[in-house]
Structures are given as C-alpha cells and as structure tokens.
C-alpha cells in the first residue's frame, strides 16, 4: 500500500499545479520507473480489447499484463477493473480506457468528411469538446482521432472518417478536433487524449482498396499528407497511431524513419504512439517479419510504443532483452512515454470516473450544437429555386431510403450511436411541417441496396398529388468506413431508377443525398431540380434536413474533396499540377473524335478521349439561399520576405434577400519553382456571415512559411518569385492577383 501512496501524495500535490511543467511530470514518472519490474515495464506497451472474457482481462490485469483497454463503454466496468489495477496489480499504474470516437459518442455528429465542409473550425472544436464531456463522463480518457489521411479517391471506405483532399483544410480542422477533446489541460476531468491517425500516407491506397500498398515519395508525403500531422504536433496532440500500409516499401508500423526520425527527432512529437489494431504482428503478412518476436523487435525499436492487440511484446519483448536483442533503454523510452500521458491525464490522482450530478449526454445543448454543425455541413448542389420550400407548398411528398434509415444516417465509427436518438427526415417534417402542409410519405425502397420497383407504380400516383417531391437517397453505413472500399460509385439497387420515376412525373424534385463519400451523381443531379449533400449527418441530421429544406437555415457548405463525373477520373483533385500538357477543358466527347483518323491530330492534352478533363464538382463548391459578389481585391504587402504575412483584402457582398454565410478562401500559386508545383493550393478561408444587402470587407492573412514545400534537393522551405493569388468561393475560378516573395 505504501507505494501507491508515494505516487498518490506526488500526484496529488502536482493537481494544485494547473498545468504540471513536464519536468515534474517526468519526477513523478521516474519514480514510478524506478519502482518497476521489467514485466511491469512491458505491460504497460500493452494494449487488449475490453469486448471479450472479463474475467480473463481482470486476471491479466493482477498480472500487470494490460496498460490500455478499449471498447468498454459501461463506467460500472470501467471501475471495477481500474479498481483492480490500482489496487490488485504489481505497479498500481492506472488503465487508460480507449475508444473509436470519431465522430461524436453517443451523439453522433456528421461523419469528419461532412463537418470538413463547413470549414467552421470553431464549431468543430466546440462540437468535439461535447463528445469529450460525453465520453470522458463513462470513464473514457483516450479518443482514436482525429483521423487526419488526405484523401483524394473516393473508392476508399475510409474516406469519410478524414477532412477531404486539401492539406491546408485538414490541418486546420484536425486542430480544431485535438483542441476539443484535450481542452485546455490533459489533466481537466471533462478532457480526453486525441490521437493523430493513421500515420502515414494510408489515404494513399492503390485502386482505393483499404489497407492496400502505398506508394508515395517523400516529396509527397511532407506536400501533401504530413502537413495535417505535423499541424497536431504543434498542436501539442497527446498520442499518434501508426498506420497498416507499407509505403514505398515499408510498413508503418516499423518504419523508424517515418515514427522517429520524423516525427519525434524533426518534429519534436513527445507524445506515445500506438499501433493501428495488430498492425506490429502485421508485419509478418507484410513479409518483413518471419514471426511476432521479429516484428515486436522492428516496431519497438521504430518508435512503436504501446502494441494495440498483436501480442507480439507481451509475450516477445521479455526474451529480446535476455537475448541483448532489444536494449533495456528503448524500452524505458516507450514506458516513460506511455506513463508520461497517464500521469499528464490526471489517472494517478483521479483514476474513476467522474462522479456527475447531471449528465451532459443528448444534452439539449450537445444536440443543439451538432444540429448547427450538420446543417453548416451540408452543401447545397443545385438549386433551380424551389428551395427553400415556401408557403405555397402545401403537400410534400417524402421518399427514399434513406428517409427514415435511423441506423445508416450515423455513418461510420458510430459505434455508440444510438438509432432510437436519431431523429430522422420523415420524423422531422413530420414534426415540424407547418400547420396546413400535408405529408404522404411514401417508403418506396426499404434500404439503399433494395432491388425492388414494387412500389414505383404507387409512387407516382402519389407523387403526381404533391406540391414537391423530397427523395432522399445516398448509402447505407456499412458501404462506408474500414474496409468498405467500392469500385462502382453509382446509386445502389433501384434508386437512380425511382429518381427517374419521380422525375417523370413532371414534379419538382429535391434530391438529398445522405453518403460517406462523393459519389458519382451526374444523371441524378440532371434529374433534380435541387440538390442537397448531407454526408452521414448523424444523430441531428433529421431537424437539420427540415431546417434547410424549410429555410429555417441557410446552406453554407463547400465541397471538402473534388466530384468525379465519374470513377475513371479517379484520382481527380483540384491542387493538381500543370503538366507539360495540361488539358484545354474542352476534350472529353467521343463523338468528336473524327473516324480513321490519322495518328496524330487529336489534342495532346492530359485529358481523356470520352469524358472532360474537370470534375462534375470542385473542391471548395457549395450554393446558398442568397448570392454573394466578391470585388476589390487587394494585396496589402506585394512584396513579402521570408518572415512576413501576405494580407489580402477582399470585399464580400451578400447580393441577395436573406441573410447567409460564405466562405472566401484564398489560393496560391506558382509560374516556377525548383520543382513541379500544384497550380493552387488553399492557404486561407474565412466563413462570414451577412445580412442581405451588407458589404463586409474581409481580411485574409497567408504566413509565408506557410508556402513552404519539399524542395528540389528535398530540403523543406520556401522560394523567392512571383506568386499567383486567386481569392474566390470555390477552387474554381474568382478574383485574381499577385504578389512577389524577395529574399
Ligand atoms: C482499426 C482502425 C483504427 C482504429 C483501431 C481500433 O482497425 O484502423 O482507425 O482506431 O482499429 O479500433
């Protein structure tokens, strides 16, 4: 009993210290380790899944075999096994309990990709600080995301759980998730660890194909999928999780360049990383390890800390010692990390849950809050005029799959969501419709994938008695997250079709697509009169679907990652390079390509023979209820050194008859560099809300190191030359400018 007390008085004495300088954490740490056997030291590089025999996990923990548990989520089990390892275990070091929370715990927020396009980092961090004071009050104290892969191919499941395809974007909302979750101190009782995942380059999928081989050079990695990474580094991210791709060669998980000599000795990460589940025994299908003592040796000395469910350092790292294959001092290293982010999250002194008089799950606040941020989230694709629906609509039609899918429209990693929270579509207007305004709802396919028309024929009958058809379609959630990589990105079952119908009844149509990925919609928007993208918007995503639909809010969404016209486009991003022969924009139409022609007469441009070159939609797109106009651009500094800002003023005019937000961002680019470079690339935005009829002038300001890039002799910095400026409301087009970096 003696020694908890140590540990406890230490601990206790460092909670009156608001932030406990990390010289003091690292005493009580080191006083923790000189108490230590060596099993207990590999222990805590251990990590199990809490879903499985508990009397087993409580007799692993008498051992002091378990430092992490993850998936439980009842805080009455939560304590009686931290109750165990406090008390019954050889050190007495506290579990840190672990969970997938992605996207909101037991309130489900829009999938990441979906909060990505509402650019709103403020609401993102206040959304994310609700879902730590949900999680941390069952006793959650460890958060696997933000998720922060670049993705540029819509083919791959996980491209929802990340922010999109832009660097820039992904950095500044993967920031805004690690604040919410970590709050102003680790050691708050409501804050939990984030964990920057999965590092790196796993967006980079070959064929979209999950957990496939990546090929991404260096240059690459550090332009375009580190930057969100090293942005949670300075962030001050507690912990990192190792990814299961081989890049280039290598797997993740052992890779010693990219989880040391990266990211702690370049980027000076002091946190703990975890590897992605059994991705340390995963070296051996990867064929660099012949069994798990080969790859807890790889991993451990790569800077792998904490061996998430491979087993391979429980029952290895004991023998690699005794044999002098693995050096007692890496494995100190790994333990004082692990312990170094137990003892800063507060477990020593406060190890149980926190006793809470009021809970703050489904809180009208928590709600309230991921209600605003599914409907910033959703992004209005067309709009012929018939949204917002007015007072002259007095029947509605509602149909579709994914009008009352409860379960689907959680998305992915929804783990604790619960459907009977979810309120959705057809709950909504059917609660909200105004009085006088009747409802037919009409459930024509049971479930995106449904293959029957049946019920096409009564459709239309009924269709042809509303005022405006209201179809919402999209995937369910299990074609969407791990795993759930698709090559085929059309409609499933019969939806296109039952658009069609509804299409030919001559009615106008609203199309509300509910999805985890872009997907290739040409001919549905065609159909449409209007045209709303919700994502998966979770638990609100009912309520936030009438207030738009109704007005009661404006869409102010912007496509976070670009819309292929369709999958062979794939990869198709807007931060593309110009190549020597950069398409003309109007290739792309078979029936233009002459007969027997001659070899050589058609374009020589980058683009295809049977589809344009752009995209169906552009990164950064999104339509609003009013219109805007952006004029006067000027550059405040046309010339700018290494060390300065380029301030940028714009003028934004809200030119239409109600109140709405635009997003102004700005786009720079290169004539030459010592190295091929994206045409533009986002380097600022700024939401802004205006009344109708108000002029606001915005200011925008691009720090210069933030144009660094991977240079021609791969050292990472910027060039001197003449800049091209494009401050617009999307990635395409807007207004033009310029400025010159001297050095
Ligand atoms: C999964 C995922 C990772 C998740 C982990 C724990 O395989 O790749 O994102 O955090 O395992 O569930």
Not at 259 to 277: N, Y
């Amino acid at each position: 009993m003696k020694k908890y007390l140590i540990t406890f008085l230490l601990a206790f004495c460092l909670a009156f210290i608001p932030s406990a300088a990390h010289q003091e954490v690292d005493n009580i740490v080191e006083e923790i380790m000189s108490r230590m056997s060596l099993d207990d030291k590999i222990g805590q590089l251990h990590q199990i899944d809490g879903r499985t025999d508990l009397t087993k996990v409580c007799d692993m923990i008498r051992k002091g075999q378990v430092s992490s548990i993850m998936n439980i989520v009842d805080a009455s089990v939560i304590d009686s096994l931290q109750r165990i390892a406090v008390e019954e275990s050889p050190s007495g070091i506290p579990i840190l309990f672990a969970r997938d929370i992605v996207h909101g715990f037991k309130t489900i927020l829009p999938i990441p990709l979906g909060q990505a396009a509402s650019f709103d980092d403020a609401l993102i961090c206040s959304a994310a600080r609700n879902t730590a004071l949900e999680a941390t009050e069952i006793g959650i104290k460890w958060a696997f995301a933000p998720m922060m892969d670049i993705a540029r191919d819509p083919r791959w499941g996980r491209i929802a759980e990340g922010f999109g395809e832009d660097p820039y974007l992904a950095s500044r909302l993967a920031v805004s998730v690690v604040k919410g979750y970590q709050g102003d101190s680790l050691s708050d009782e409501l804050s939990m660890a984030a964990c920057a995942k999965h590092f790196a380059g796993y967006g980079a999928a070959e064929g979209g194909r999950d957990y496939n081989t990546t090929y991404v050079p260096v240059r690459s990695l550090y332009d375009t999928y580190f930057p969100p990474f090293k942005a949670c580094v300075e962030a001050g991210v507690a912990s990192f999780m190792s990814s299961f791709n081989d890049n280039d060669g290598v797997p993740a998980t052992g890779n010693r360049w990219l989880l040391t000599e990266v990211l702690r000795d370049e980027w000076g990460f002091t946190g703990m990383v975890v590897s992605d589940w059994g991705s340390v025994g995963g070296l051996i299908p990867h064929g660099v390890a012949k069994d798990k003592k080969e790859a807890a040796k790889i991993c451990l000395e790569a800077g792998c800390d904490m061996d998430m469910m491979s087993y391979s350092y429980l029952n290895n790292l004991k023998e690699l010692i005794a044999e002098g294959d693995v050096s007692m001092y890496v494995v100190d290293e790994a333990v004082r990390r692990v312990l170094r982010l137990k003892v800063r999250l507060g477990l020593l002194e406060k190890p149980y849950t926190r006793k809470t008089s009021e809970s703050v799950i489904y809180s009208e606040n928590v709600l309230e809050t991921a209600c605003r941020l599914t409907e910033e989230s959703s992004v209005l694709l067309k709009n012929d005029g018939i949204l917002p629906l007015g007072e002259d609509i007095k029947t509605v039609l509602v149909t579709g799959p994914m009008a009352d899918a409860a379960y689907d429209q959680m998305g992915t990693w929804a783990l604790d969501g619960d459907k009977a929270h979810t309120l959705t579509p057809v709950e909504a207007i059917r609660k909200n419709l105004p009085s006088g305004v009747k409802l037919i709802y009409v459930n024509s396919l049971d479930y995106p994938r449904d293959k029957s028309t049946d019920d096409f024929k009564a459709l239309k009958k009924a269709a042809r008695k509303a005022d405006v058809l209201i179809a919402f379609v999209g995937e369910e959630q299990m074609m969407s997250g791990e795993a759930h990589s698709l090559s085929d990105l059309h409609l499933q079952g019969q939806q296109s079709e039952m658009l069609e119908a509804l299409a030919s009844t001559g009615k106008p149509l609203v199309t509300v697509f509910m999805a985890g990925r872009p997907l290739v919609i040409a001919s549905e928007m065609e159909l449409s009169d209007a045209v709303l993208y919700m994502w998966h918007p979770g638990t609100m995503g009912g309520q936030a679907a009438y207030n738009l639909l109704w007005g009661k809010a404006n869409p102010s969404g912007k496509l976070p990652v670009t819309f292929p016209r369709n999958e062979g486009q794939i990869p198709i991003y807007y931060n593309h390079k110009h190549t020597s022969h950069i398409a003309k924009g109007t290739e792309g139409n078979l029936d233009n390509v002459p007969r027997e022609m001659p070899q050589s007469v058609m374009g020589h441009t980058s683009s295809y023979l049977d589809v344009a070159p752009t995209p169906l939609l552009p990164f950064g797109f999104g339509l609003s209820y009013t219109t805007f106009e952006l004029s006067n651009l000027r550059v405040e500094t046309p010339e700018v050194r290494a060390s300065d800002s380029v301030v940028v003023y714009v003028d934004v005019k809200n030119t239409g008859d109600r109140q709405g937000c635009e997003v102004v961002q700005a786009y720079t680019g290169r004539k030459s560099a010592s190295t091929t470079r994206p045409m533009k690339e986002l380097k600022a935005y700024e939401r802004v809300s205006l009344e109708a009829g108000e002029c606001r002038t915005v200011r925008l300001e691009i720090p210069v190191e933030s144009l660094a890039f991977c240079r021609k002799d791969l050292s990472w910095g910027t060039e001197p030359g003449n800049y091209v400026l494009t401050v617009g409301t999307s990635s395409e087009g807007g207004l033009v400018s310029y400025f010159k970096l001297n050095y």
